[in-house]
């Protein structure tokens, strides 16, 4: 049988396989790449020193919560996994971590920023309309929001990664932005960070959206 978007199989899948997998993650996601520097300064570069910004899907805090502390903002990060959360709060121990799901995570208190890097692809795209709402809520009025999609339409499939499967979903850029247009965001840009090819790589997008 073929794995449907709502059929809740990724999330225990990918939570077990990040608790799993968390040590090798932390020595191989080290820096940003030049991409992702541009990005994180769209989604802050105006914002004053001391904003809380809420990071979805976390990870270990680095390179992405780690580069938002040294710019003077403060972090709330959210995910999972509690391998790789420890390693944030280790990494971070004056920001907030929660070990939450990004299905049912409602935000109680707003941000002046928002991301969710390369976390939304392991979650099924039918909860992409109520995540958005629930970070459109939280956004402060012109907040940004950044994320990362799978960059092409597909059916949601399993892969792996050091050995580990994990559960990928997304909805093509072109859904996940009109979803995004509709709970009231502005699209401020978009990228291909990978386009996808005829192999295992369905591609990679960015956008960064302004709560409007
Ligand atoms: C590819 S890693 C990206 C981590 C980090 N954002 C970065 O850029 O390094 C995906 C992260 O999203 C988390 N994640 C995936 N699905 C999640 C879910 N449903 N709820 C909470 N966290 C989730 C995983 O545990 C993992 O830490």
């Keep these: 049988m073929g794995i449907t978007p ?11 396989s990040y608790d799993a997998i968390a040590v090798q993650w932390e020595q191989v996601r080290v820096r940003m ?4 520097q541009r990005i994180l300064e769209l989604l802050c ?12 899907g976390c990870g270990t805090g680095r390179p992405i919560a ?5 710019q003077g903002f403060s972090v709330t990060g959210v995910d999972q996994s509690v391998q790789m959360l420890g390693f944030a ?14 299905d049912t995570f409602v935000p109680g208190q707003s941000f002046s920023a928002v ?9 099924s795209r039918v909860l992409y309309g109520s ?3 629930n970070v459109k809520m939280a956004l402060q009025p012109g907040g940004r929001f950044a994320l990362t999609v799978g960059g ?20 093509s850029p072109e859904v996940a932005l009109q979803l995004l247009r509709d709970t009231g965001f502005e699209l401020v840009h978009s990228e291909f960070l990978n386009l996808p090819t005829s192999g295992r790589d369905k591609g990679r997008f960015a956008m960064v959206a302004r709560a409007a």
């Design 33 to 36: 790449s030049d991409a992702e």
């Design 6 to 16: 709502d059929s809740g199989i990724g999330r225990d899948m990918n939570r077990e």
């Design 115 to 123: 991301i969710a890097w390369d976390s939304l692809f392991h979650v």
């Design 89 to 102: 709060r280790q990494r971070l121990p004056t920001q907030e971590w929660i070990l939450a799901n990004l």
């Design 45 to 56: 570069g105006d914002l004053r020193f001391g904003c809380t910004v809420l990071d979805l």
């Design 131 to 133: 995540i958005f709402r």
């Design 152 to 171: 092409s339409e597909h059916p949601p499939f399993t892969d792996t990664m050091f050995d580990r499967e994990f559960f990928y979903d997304s909805h």
């Design 66 to 70: 780690e580069y938002l502390v040294s």
